[in-house]
């Protein structure tokens, strides 16, 4: 495997470097304190950005032309760091402004060949922005407004431009702890299901929209078998989400959407269908991921009848046909009613989309459904189907081997699944089919 890209974090004592890396790591892994000069050395991270990982270097603070011990020894390693690294982020105080020393390693930082970010830290109040225009003058590019205390500003954008061009992370074997991400938008009762399932207040829960901030991991024993609960922040609509904190927060639970094997899409009973509930449900499904869509707060819905639970999941299927697939369980944090049937669900939904089918009987059943099903002649011509074949699983994908892309249409590829679910199940795992043109001599 090729070495990661190293992208090393410089600038003066106390302008956040190692809360800036705290942040990236989603915990207080480097020494963070008052005093100037805290990180002597460097410090080796990997950080995951995006499907995309890179090892940061957390330096000392760099004090150009300094003769103290210590200080000679900090800038010294953060010279080493710029050397090793392959990209640069810059980080300086937006609160105190333009520091003398900003402009010493600006220069150095220029000197070194490497392509620099410039970060402008602690501007954790958006009326702060027109600082960054001061930095212009450090003449390192377009400065990046940040607060790396809350995770807001343009974190997100920095990091995607400093990794636009690192290559996204192979997925691995699945670890054997099954991981499941707990999602939708506020209020839902996220953090209220978690508590259940791990019988303790491990999160703050509150009727206050947006208490998570962060996606948070804990691991859990149910019958004998591990299991990985994430909770994430509720993600609201783009245009509701507050600048700062909150845009990270649902960066990072849509983040969690990508790492997790399963997603248990938590809707609120009370509320119904809403078209936030249907946009998480797609990111959910556009990642490819295991899905369980529970309706929580089911004990707050009076005179329920024989046929309540049968009007729901038509309403669901009305609103996300899309997620015809997946199975529906009604639920209630509060009395902890069906909670448990979650694990169950889980660890069948996974291993459904851990499924794998011979090629023989894959081949099986795909040309028994083109033959009670032919598709239709496009002028005069039709598709013919060579071959099948699994190339990978979470979620299952298939290729067929067509002798023309132009004649597999949507309606037809919908057909194709439907008979693969028919025969092979996968519940609550998206299906990926796509095509490949083959000469018909081959």
């Known amino acids: 495997m090729a070495n990661k890209p190293i992208v090393a974090i410089v600038g003066r004592p106390n302008v956040g470097k190692s809360t800036f890396v705290n942040r990236l790591l989603g915990s207080r892994h480097s020494i963070v304190d008052d005093q100037a000069g805290v990180t002597r050395d460097r410090i080796y991270f990997d950080v995951e950005w995006m499907e995309k990982e890179f090892t940061i270097i957390d330096t000392g603070g760099i004090i150009p032309g300094d003769e103290d011990e210590i200080m000679l020894n900090i800038f010294t390693q953060a010279k080493v760091a710029c050397e090793e690294a392959d990209k640069i982020i810059f980080i300086v105080d937006g609160k105190d402004g333009i520091n003398p020393v900003d402009y010493d390693i600006a220069n150095v930082l220029r000197r070194s060949g490497k392509e620099v970010f410039l970060a402008v830290n602690k501007l954790d109040d958006p009326d702060k922005f027109l600082n960054v225009n001061d930095f212009y003058a450090l003449a390192i590019g377009d400065p990046f407004p940040i607060s790396a205390l809350h995770g807001s500003g343009g974190v997100g954008d920095l990091l995607d431009e400093v990794t636009k061009d690192f290559e996204y992370l192979e997925k691995e074997e699945q670890s054997e702890n099954i991981r499941i991400a707990i999602v939708g938008k506020p209020n839902v009762g996220k953090s209220s299901i978690v508590n259940a399932l791990l019988n303790k207040e491990r999160v703050i829960v509150s009727n206050v929209s947006g208490t998570t901030r962060d996606a948070i991991d804990s691991k859990v024993k149910y019958e004998g078998e591990e299991f990985i609960l994430v909770d994430t922040a509720g993600i609201r609509k783009k245009s509701k989400v507050d600048w700062g904190v909150e845009k990270f927060a649902v960066d990072r639970s849509i983040r969690a959407i990508r790492n997790c094997d399963v997603a ?101 059943v795909v040309l028994d459904a083109v033959s009670m099903n032919p598709p239709s002649s496009i002028r005069g011509k039709r598709l013919k189907l060579f071959y099948t074949t699994q190339v990978k699983t979470n979620p299952p994908t298939f290729v067929l081997f067509i002798n023309n892309e132009d004649f597999l249409k949507d309606n037809y590829v919908k057909y194709l699944e439907n008979k693969l679910r028919e025969a092979f199940g996968f519940r609550g795992t998206p299906i990926r089919i796509s095509a490949k043109e083959r000469g018909e001599k081959k």
């Open 264 to 364: 248990i899409l938590v809707i609120d009973a009370t509320e119904g269908i809403t078209d936030q509930d249907k946009k998480i449900a797609g990111t959910v499904v556009d990642a490819g991921k295991a899905i369980i869509v529970a309706i929580n707060k089911w004990d707050l819905i009076e005179d329920k009848q024989s046929n309540t639970i049968n009007k729901f999941e038509k309403e669901i299927e009305q609103e996300m046909p899309f997620l015809s697939f997946a199975p529906k369980v009604f639920i209630s944090a509060k009395t902890k009613q069906r909670l448990v049937n979650l694990y169950k669900l889980s660890k069948e939904v996974f291993a459904e989309a851990s499924k794998r089918i011979s090629t023989s009987i894959l081949n099986k």
